[in-house]
């Protein structure tokens, strides 16, 4: 244990400069942030076992010294969880310091910045390469002359090429800050950084201030380079979310594609359908929690066939008790499905509740991963190839099944399909099933990025309309087109105009649309269609 002495305004001594050298954590008692940050360079290299714990503490404003400078410097951390007070030196525990005579040490944002860069400079030596590439990142986006010799004796062990292009980045990016570099090995470090060409480039040669006249252009026009390939990367994001969003539209419109087209009903409570499907994904979660929370990341892929058969099931009920004596007759179809979809949603509030119900991202569509420029985000890629899927197997269905042959039938000319034998009553209900069954499936998709609420297909309702008059009623490939061309100008459009402005910009555009192709992009074709 240490003993702390009575301190008295004679201690207040400057620190002897020799001892500076010799102790790495002695800079850290000033109250001179410049000679904080120093010493927390010094400490990142000075290989002490020591060194995280203290920097952890002195980020976490953990770490505390003498309120006035005295021969010992002490440097201790009071940990907040424990209570205990160590030395931060040693790590040995000590008895409390009397608290009137210490003073925490306050990290500024200069500091926080420093201790960044600092436990970059420790996590290069660490074994794992993402560690080691997140070290590198981090000296890259705040360089310092001082942490050159470490880059570069990293660079000379590492092996993995990803890891070794940040390290040489960040070599570059350290060689400018230094005051004494060539200007050949500067021009070749504008190089190297151009190369990277993201917004953390961009910035470092944004930085450069009383760089000779050579370099200065050569970072002016590299800078010219990386704003044109950020705004192409900027282009390629706003088409991949239209592709996401164009996915849930697609999603939500397949089944009312095919409810509408074959029958010809407008099916207010398709939304609520959709929200069957998310609550199925909920329960069969709440299940895989309680009795099988070890192939928790199945849920979702069990959650399919689920919703689909659960939705299905209540859309031909729907068929057979409201909607099969209301054929012919659109306005009251309308306001009966539309006071269904109230029913529905009073009922799932009674049964869940209203407060928003958590389903769960499993693990392996969780993060996201680069493509140059863009970032990909694993939940809604794969929200985009769950959607083509679906509709790819709704395709097989309709083309090659006997079920899809007599709904082709039925939807060209239903009379003549009726004299040829088929039963279209029962067409009719396994049409509307499928229908409903699919906007079950979509549920489960949207249920990993949107809240699962009552009001939650609601929010797709109008969309989906939308998107089936857009590509033409009961065509599926007019379908998919209409889709992704809605979400990709929406998401263009919200930049500009916002996301409200943007939607009602969408529909007047429609609408202008539907006044010269009233059938939409792609018309069926069949007798009873043209007639």
């Given amino acids: 244990m240490l003993a702390f002495a009575p301190l008295t305004p004679a201690h207040a001594q400057s620190a002897p400069t020799s001892q500076t050298a010799a102790d790495p954590y002695l800079g850290l008692t000033s109250r001179d942030l410049d000679d904080v940050v120093s010493a927390v360079n010094a400490i990142s290299v000075s290989g002490d076992a020591r060194a995280r714990k203290v920097l952890d503490a002195l980020g976490n404003n953990e770490l505390y010294t003498w309120k006035y400078p005295r021969p010992d410097a002490g440097l201790f951390i009071h940990d907040t969880d424990s209570g205990a007070w160590l030395n931060a030196r040693t790590g040995a525990t000590i008895a409390a310091p009397p608290f009137m005579q210490v003073r925490r040490i306050v990290a500024s944002d200069m500091v926080t910045g420093a201790i960044a860069t600092a436990e970059g400079v420790l996590d290069l030596s660490s074994p794992d390469t993402a560690t080691r590439q997140k070290a590198a990142e981090a000296i890259f986006e705040s360089p310092a002359a001082g942490t050159l010799p470490i880059v570069q004796h990293a660079l000379s062990h590492e092996q993995n090429p990803r890891v070794r292009a940040t390290l040489l980045q960040a070599e570059a990016a350290d060689q400018l800050a230094l005051s004494t570099t060539d200007q050949t090995t500067q021009l070749a470090a504008v190089n190297t950084i151009a190369a990277r060409g993201d917004m953390a480039a961009r910035n470092e040669l944004a930085s450069l201030s009383g760089a000779p006249k050579a370099v200065a252009v ?140 958590n389903v769960a991202t499993p693990d392996w569509m969780s993060g996201f991963f680069m493509v140059g420029g863009l970032t990909i985000t694993l939940n809604r890629l794969c929200i985009i190839i769950f959607a083509f899927a679906v509709v790819g197997g709704l395709m097989a269905v309709m083309r090659f099944t006997p079920l899809g042959l007599r709904m082709r039938a039925v939807t060209q000319n239903r009379r003549m399909a009726a004299s040829m034998g088929i039963r ?108």
């Avoid at 192939?295 to 031909?316: D, K, N, Q, R």
């Avoid at 979809?341 to 928003?356: C, D």
């Avoid at 309702?461 to 998919?480: K, R």
Wanted: a neutral charge.
């Fill in 218 to 357: 050569a970072a002016a026009t590299a800078i010219k380079h990386i704003d044109f390939s950020l705004k192409l990367w900027s282009w390629g994001e706003t088409v991949y979310y239209g592709l996401s969003l164009g996915s849930v539209l697609l999603l939500a419109a397949a089944g009312l594609a095919i409810t509408f087209g074959v029958m010809g009903v407008i099916n207010m409570a398709h939304g609520e359908m959709v929200m069957i499907g998310a609550y199925a994904t909920f329960v069969v979660q709440q299940v895989f929690r309680a009795y099988a929370p070890d192939l928790f990341g199945a849920s979702v892929i069990v959650a399919i066939p689920v919703a689909f058969v659960v939705a299905g099931a209540i859309g031909i009920l729907i068929e057979r008790c409201l909607i099969r004596f209301l054929y012919g007759r659109p306005l009251e179809t309308l306001l009966a499905t539309w006071g269904l979809s109230l029913v529905l949603q009073q009922a799932v509030r009674s049964g869940f509740g209203a407060e928003n119900q």
């Fill in 424 to 531: 279209t009553p029962w067409i009719d209900a396994m049409t509307f099933g499928l229908g409903s069954g699919i906007a079950g499936v979509a549920g489960v998709a949207l249920a990993q990025i949107d809240n699962v609420s009552p009001n939650l297909g609601q929010n797709y309702i109008i969309d989906s309309f939308m998107v089936v008059v857009f590509g033409g009623v009961g065509n599926l490939w007019g379908t998919v087109l209409a889709a992704m061309t809605l979400g990709i100008v929406n998401k263009g459009l919200e930049p500009v105009a916002g996301a409200v402005l943007g939607k009602i910009v969408v529909l007047v555009l429609i609408i202008l649309f539907i006044q010269r192709r009233p059938r939409g992009l792609f018309p069926v074709k069949g007798r009873a269609v043209e007639a």
